[in-house]
């Protein structure tokens, strides 16, 4: 099984086209310890040659562009010229940072994209995601827990405590909601995605320990991120990610659950992890765990 990280940041990416805090202020002057990152994707692949998205990110195309194994392929493959290995797409929630990249993949080509209900209405309430041609893409119903087979990778949906997404926001109520975590078996290795989390229960520790990777929700460094940085008022918890740092922060909660490698991703702009050598990378770094990069490639 391989897998690629297309973008390693949260929605935004890093820097993010309108900020100058700390950390984006180092990426705009091309730091080299900040280098710069794209909203939060990965591509998996049994083969090499069949590639599943694990969500599509509004930097879709630039992703496709610097990741030649997603190139379109010149033997053939296709009568009409549209050869792409992209034949699956997973969406885990309806952010637009996973969600966007959607309209890219609208050329005609036959695809596949697969999500729980609530993600598939949410698509389907936005004529704009008509342009994918309902004759050659095709909507797949992902159920909670039950393993589905993409390109044979086996991928199992598993319930983590979320939020839903920003847009949907009704003057912030009820915006709990049960968000998807994926989990990715392949060639006898196991990957957990999980881009975006509240809260890590005992039933998720569960379900990944033992897995070759986790690829986790590293949003924020703390909770009151955004307003430490003066560039916004909103929690790590009031927008569903829990932080990285702190008694019930994601290095806490994972700490003694057996994993192979474990890497952040969903880097938000602002997070000092984003910064190599900081103070707060050494500390991941000494708890076991990496920060992932555009272009961070995993094959067993
Ligand atoms: C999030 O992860 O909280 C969302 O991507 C926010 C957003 O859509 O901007
Ligand atoms: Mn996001
Ligand atoms: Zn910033």
Request: aromatic share 6%.
């Amino acid at each position: 099984m391989q897998v690629r990280i297309l973008g390693s940041a949260a929605g935004g990416g890093s820097p993010q086209w309108n900020c100058r805090c700390d950390v984006c202020c180092l990426a705009w002057a091309r730091d080299p310890r900040v280098p710069w990152r794209t909203q939060c994707s990965a591509a998996v692949s049994a083969d090499g040659e069949r590639w599943v998205l694990l969500n599509a990110s509004p930097d879709l195309r630039q992703q496709i562009l610097d990741n030649p194994p997603l190139w379109p392929r010149g033997d053939g493959l296709r009568c009409d010229g549209r050869a792409s290995p992209i034949g699956h797409v997973v969406v885990t929630n309806a952010d637009i940072d996973h969600l966007a990249g959607l309209l890219t993949l609208r050329e005609r080509q036959p695809l596949t994209v697969a999500a729980e209900p609530p993600v598939l209405d949410q698509i389907a309430a936005n004529p704009a995601f008509g342009v994918l041609d309902p004759e050659i893409v095709r909507f797949e119903r992902l159920r909670t827990g039950a393993p589905h087979h993409l390109a044979d990778i086996e991928v199992t949906p598993l319930p983590v405590p979320a939020k839903v997404p920003l847009w949907m926001e009704r003057g912030g109520e009820n915006m709990a909601a049960d968000g998807t975590a994926l989990l990715l078996s392949g060639g006898g290795r196991r990957v957990a995605y999980v881009p975006a989390c509240a809260a890590v229960t005992a039933a998720l520790r569960d379900r990944v320990a033992g897995c070759d990777l986790l690829l986790f929700d590293g949003t924020l460094w703390r909770d009151d991120e955004l307003r430490a940085a003066g560039v916004g008022t909103k929690t790590g918890r009031r927008m569903g990610h829990l932080p990285v740092s702190g008694p019930d922060g994601a290095l806490a909660a994972w700490r003694d659950v057996p994993l192979g490698r474990r890497v952040f991703i969903h880097l938000n702009n602002t997070n000092p992890l984003l910064v190599a050598g900081s103070p707060e990378r050494i500390a991941v770094a000494d708890a076991g765990w990496e920060v992932a990069e555009d272009g961070m490639e995993f094959a067993w």
